[in-house]
């Protein structure tokens, strides 16, 4: 997937004129969170819960290499392979070679976000095998060319009409605006591609360390086609995914289904531990597990390692004010919205991704809702605090500030500098900038407030003037009674 | 949440934070977080030696001077029982200060204790002085206004600031409060945010202008100048036509002092206006400023300038 977070002024820009895409994102805006407090609300211990899952998460980033290991013996012991891949190339790298072990054709696959962090479908594409998306989301966005822009409803940045023209030009039938028999439509291609597709790839919410077994939790079913249809299965994952215990990713769903859609729990939840054994009914033959890292160990110690303990339920993105109204399309690149925020500049670099830890208003929304409390907003401010040191703050951001921190640390100087300030806008007020209304409308300078509101003006002398006048005056009148 | 503190004495001595922006455009506020803090029995001083509290720079992540500026605000605020400030955001940002020292510095004890006795006005009012103190003088009040109050994100999830300002107004005779929708979202001000993305910092103000025109309330009142500036400023662009069903923008501790002879935050002063267009002179215009600074010096003058 190109990555076009640079650009992300520019597409939000865009994203703002678009009439489609505001009215989606004002639904989407309206329906997680509210089921989500409502499933909250049903749980008083939720909070409780959300401290075990970050303790959790915290006790196992400290033992990560423990568990992968162990996660990786029960797979092998269960028949199954692991493989490790260092970069998203290594990872379709040796997902390719797996697919061509089988002389594969078509590959089925259920949503994976991972997939699209290394850009799977494009490499197998261009190695000569079809890639299908069988998440209904994903499978639309598959039939236009598109990618993702949310992590749990990836096609929210389109409506029905979308939709109808994208179904009416691939599956050649009359045109419908149905949303039943639109459905009926998708299922009825996908069958025959689950039918007929050499390998399953999925990806997995989380993967079991006692047991070696790698989970999926999907609300269509696809998920499950997927990966016992074929002889192959091949589950791309990241290595932040590993947990100790079934019960422990039982804790995990609780979180997860309430957090992302206020579900109590997903509809399927999928294990799948090894390939089929002797009098199993169904299965596939080879079970393989990818393990990404692409640069995750290198979060492990550093001040971004509590981003790892994201379990990609999506309330951070639900939730943001900023996301809610440019669409994860703006972000540029994989991951959306807060988490994007963090994530994207590991993956892609600060020079490219700066754009994103920076818009924001640092409202604290997404922390508040954050299943295993990631101090989202903490973490943005180090990408800040990264791309300050790195000198890589906009010029004139870095002049501005300058010359404010030169008054701030010289309060004599500060003093007679907003007393200035104060008077120069209020002159500004009362001409033909302002009109005599109390408010600026336009500053020269300040065009990125004025363009679009008004800039009210100053009262009067300043606070510290004023106040100081006010000592003198009490002091006089007590001198001369 | 805010922790509570009991005062020591039976007249904190409070260091009053004046925040640049209440500083530079809204002087008022100031006096009025005064005036409601020398009506608890507060001993209130305005320390010489502030200036910000540093945000700008600790958001833009210059970690470096976001810390010298704590280092001189902890100076200037050392001898003080509390710092309290007309603002959440910057308290907040002073709930940060620790962050900005190594362990071993000794400024980083002192930027934790200053961290622990400063406190958002209202917060302070209602958590450490309690609601007693002031609950004669508000009762004494008939404001009779409609009012929405808008949630600040950092004194909403930083400093769990969301009933003390409410139950404070309640105090009011003939005062209604009127929730908004969302009152609790950001209204795209985020310090520098607004300037660094105009757009879409504009379209969290019209939506968050959606919510305060929906809630039929005459006054939007908040405790940070800064999301008020920004939101007075975009419903004056809207109702620009029609400023009549204008609501007006205030800082909570206006009302609560009872300092509403002043216009609306970002509203025309008829004052200055008859001034003006008695001479259409400039200086006319500037000098009803100041008679209008003057005023706003009336109360309690026994408070000692600084330390
Ligand atoms: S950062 Fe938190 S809220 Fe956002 S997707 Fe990850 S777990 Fe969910």
């Known amino acids: 997937m190109d990555i076009n977070t640079p650009f992300f002024k520019a597409r939000a820009s865009e994203a703002l004129q678009d009439a489609n895409l505001q009215q989606a994102l004002g639904n989407l805006k309206q329906g997680f969170p509210h089921k989500r407090a409502i499933a909250v609300e049903r749980m008083p211990e939720f909070d409780a819960l959300r401290d075990q899952g970050r303790d959790l998460k915290n ?3 400290e033992h990560l290499d423990l568990y992968l290991e162990q996660f990786e013996s029960r797979v092998t012991e269960n028949g199954g392979h692991v493989h490790w891949a260092r970069t998203g190339e290594d990872a379709n790298q040796i997902i390719l070679d797996i697919c061509q072990q089988v002389n594969a054709k078509t590959v089925t696959k ?95 919410n989380f993967c079991v360390a006692e047991t070696g077994s790698t989970i999926i939790v999907t609300n269509e079913g696809n998920g499950d086609l997927t990966q016992t249809l074929p002889k192959t299965h091949i589950v791309i994952t990241s290595i932040e995914k590993v947990v100790p215990t079934l019960e422990d990713m039982t804790l995990f769903l609780r979180l997860l289904a309430r957090s992302a859609t206020g579900q109590e729990f997903t509809v399927y939840n999928t294990l799948s531990s090894g390939p089929r054994r002797e009098g199993d009914q169904d299965g596939p033959d080879n079970f393989h597990v990818v393990l990404v890292d692409n640069g995750r160990s290198e979060m492990v110690g550093s001040q971004f390692q509590e981003m790892l303990r994201c379990i990609r339920c999506s309330a951070c993105m639900n939730h943001c004010p900023v996301y809610g109204a440019v669409g994860g399309h703006s972000y540029g690149w994989v991951y959306p919205g807060p988490m994007g925020s963090v994530l994207t500049p590991k993956m892609i670099g600060i ?32 990408w800040r605090e990264d791309e300050f040191s790195k000198h890589l703050t906009p010029k004139a951001a870095r002049y501005g500030l300058g010359s404010w921190a030169f008054l701030a640390k010289r309060p004599t100087l500060y003093k007679q500098f907003t007393r200035l300030s104060s008077w120069g806008l209020k002159l500004l007020a009362n001409s033909p900038f302002g009109g005599k209304k109390g408010t600026l409308e336009s500053i020269p300078l300040a065009g990125g407030w004025t363009d679009f509101r008004n800039m009210p003006a100053p009262q009067g002398d300043t606070f510290m003037q004023q106040w100081k006048q006010r000592q003198n005056a009490a002091q006089t009148d007590g001198e001369s009674s | 949440m805010s922790q509570q503190h009991t005062p020591q004495t039976a007249s904190p001595n409070v260091g009053l934070f004046i925040t640049c922006l209440a500083d530079m455009f809204r002087p008022s506020i100031g006096f009025a977080t005064v005036k409601l ?14 200036t910000c509290c540093g945000q700008p720079a600790y958001n833009t992540g210059d970690r470096r001077t976001s810390a010298e500026i704590a280092r001189m605000t902890i100076d200037a605020f050392a001898g003080y029982e509390y710092l309290v400030a007309p603002s959440g955001s910057c308290v907040g940002m002073i709930k940060y200060y620790p962050e900005l020292f190594d362990a071993e510095d000794p400024y980083q004890q002192q930027a934790q204790a200053l961290a622990d006795r400063s406190y958002e006005i209202t917060s302070f009012l209602f958590d450490v002085i309690g609601i007693e103190a002031l609950q004669q003088q508000l009762q004494q009040l008939t404001i009779p206004r409609t009012v929405t109050y808008h949630d600040s994100c950092s004194g909403l999830r930083q400093l769990g600031i ?98 509403l002879d002043t216009p609306g935050i970002g509203e025309q002063d008829v004052r200055r206006l008859q001034a003006a267009s008695s001479s259409a002179d400039l200086s006319a215009d500037l000098s009803a400023d100041f008679a209008l600074g003057t005023e706003l010096k009336s109360s309690a003058a026994q408070s000692e300038t600084t330390r």
Request: include cysteine; hydrophobic fraction near 35%; glycine fraction near 8%.
């Open chain 1, 59 to 61: 006790h196992i980033l």
């Open chain 1, 110 to 204: 259920g949503k994976s976000m991972v997939s699209e962090e290394t850009g799977l479908n494009d490499y197998l594409e261009k190695n000569g095998i079809q890639p299908v998306e069988t998440d209904l989301g994903e499978y639309i966005l598959q039939l236009r060319g598109d990618h993702p822009s949310h992590i749990i409803a990836p096609a929210i940045h389109l409506n029905l009409e979308d939709v109808s023209e994208a179904f009416h030009e691939h599956h050649h039938k009359p045109k419908s605006d149905d949303p039943v028999t639109l459905m009926q439509e998708a299922r009825e291609a996908l069958r025959e591609k689950f039918v007929v597709a050499d390998v399953g790839i999925t990806g997995a």
């Open chain 1, 351 to 382: 020079e490219k991704g700066a754009a994103l830890p920076n818009a924001s208003t640092f409202c604290g929304k997404c922390e508040s809702v954050c299943p295993v409390r990631i101090p989202l907003p903490k973490l943005m401010r180090h």
């Open chain 2, 37 to 50: 803090l020398e009506q608890t029995g507060c001993r209130v001083s305005v320390p010489e030696q502030q």
């Open chain 2, 162 to 259: 969301k009933q003390q300002p409410r139950e404070l107004l309640k105090q009011i005779n003939g005062l209604q409060i009127e929730e908004m929708t969302e009152a609790e979202t950001c209204c795209g001000f985020g310090g520098t945010f607004c300037v660094k993305y105009p757009e879409i910092s504009n379209r969290m103000v019209s939506n968050k202008s959606e919510f305060i025109n929906g809630s039929g309330a005459d006054t939007l009142v908040g405790g940070d100048l800064g999301c008020l500036l920004n939101m007075a400023g975009k419903l004056q662009r809207l109702g620009k036509d029609n400023p009549d069903t204008l609501v007006e923008a205030r800082h909570v501790v206006e009302i609560l002092a009872d300092m």
